[in-house]
């Protein structure tokens, strides 16, 4: 594919998708360019959960188009791939769910839910031959280097079963983190989260970005964090592109007031 993207790792165009006569994405595009944590923000029903899953392809839309740039340069036409191409790609996301097996310890449910392609065979894993225990040290190392990063390194090896709700969150993340994302979708990171813990989401979306040295696209009801932590914002509306800007253009724009912080304006006002 030619490589239309300049500094953006993706750029979607005249994004459309219907579910009966629902219009739920109508014609949205933007991008988001490299090291940009990208906010998509509307109210409920808007479509951006429908938005990011036509992104990493569980669903196909019904027309436009979705380009990648991955980290060797080369750009993919994401409509042509299924949702595990995407993953090795380099596009990630997050679950809002926090789904975790609570006897096992942490670092091993990293492991167990990353999105990395063992090599050995399960033979291999099963015998504990050489190249399944190099594997697996390789594999430790980095999930270690990941809870670092998150700052729970040190509950690598306790259970996963009764860890705050904000270190489950993390153990979450930390399984995204695995495959060496260029882009990382987070799917409403600040819910179930308490002020304290959303405060310090930010400088951990931001350590992300800068020590990951990848793209962040936020979905996110939570305005203050979005405000906070965004570089740039895309505003929807009934599936529609609204407005995008930077979190001041967007906290001025009076149809973003009108329709998602449920201000009226008043002309001349
Ligand atoms: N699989 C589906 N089948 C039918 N309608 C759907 C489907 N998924 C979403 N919709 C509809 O599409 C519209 C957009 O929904 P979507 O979940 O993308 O919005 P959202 O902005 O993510 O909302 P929220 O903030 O509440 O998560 C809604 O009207 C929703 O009911």
């Given at each position: 594919m030619q490589n239309n993207l300049d500094n953006s790792v993706l750029k979607v165009e005249g994004l459309s998708i219907a579910f009966g006569g629902l219009k739920a994405v109508d014609n949205l595009s933007f991008e988001i360019k490299e090291k940009e944590v990208f906010g998509l923000i509307g109210p409920n029903g808007a479509g951006k959960t429908t938005a990011f899953n036509c992104i990493t392809q569980f669903y196909k839309p019904d027309s436009g188009s979705i380009v990648f740039k991955d980290r060797s340069g080369n750009v993919h036409n994401l409509l042509e791939k299924n949702v595990h191409d995407i993953v090795k790609l380099g596009l990630v996301r997050t679950f809002q769910n926090v789904e975790l097996?609570?006897?096992?310890?942490?670092?091993?449910?990293?492991?167990?839910?990353?999105?990395?392609?063992?090599?050995?065979?399960?033979?291999?894993?099963?015998?504990?031959?050489?190249?399944?225990?190099?594997?697996?040290?390789?594999?430790?190392?980095?999930?270690?280097?990941?809870?670092?990063?998150?700052?729970?390194?040190?509950?690598?090896?306790?259970?996963?079963?009764?860890?705050?709700?904000?270190?489950?969150?993390?153990?979450?993340?930390?399984?995204?983190?695995?495959?060496?994302?260029?882009l990382i979708i987070l799917d409403e990171p600040a819910a179930g989260l308490n002020d304290i813990e959303t405060a310090e989401l930010s400088k951990l979306i931001r350590k992300l970005r800068d020590e990951l040295d990848c793209s962040i696209l936020l979905v996110e009801h939570d305005m203050r964090l979005v405000m906070d932590v965004c570089d740039k914002i895309c505003a929807i509306s009934f599936g529609k592109f609204l407005a995008v800007g930077t979190p001041k253009e967007i906290k001025e724009n009076k149809d973003v007031q009108v329709a998602y912080l449920g201000i009226e304006v008043e002309e001349n006002a």
């Open positions: 097996i609570r006897e096992l310890s942490v670092i091993d449910n990293v492991l167990i839910g990353a999105h990395v392609d063992f090599k050995s065979t399960i033979i291999d894993q099963a015998l504990r031959l050489p190249r399944a225990r190099k594997e697996e040290k390789k594999y430790r190392a980095e999930a270690l280097r990941v809870l670092g990063i998150l700052g729970i390194a040190d509950r690598a090896d306790l259970p996963a079963g009764g860890q705050p709700y904000g270190v489950l969150k993390k153990v979450e993340f930390a399984r995204a983190l695995m495959s060496n994302p260029r």
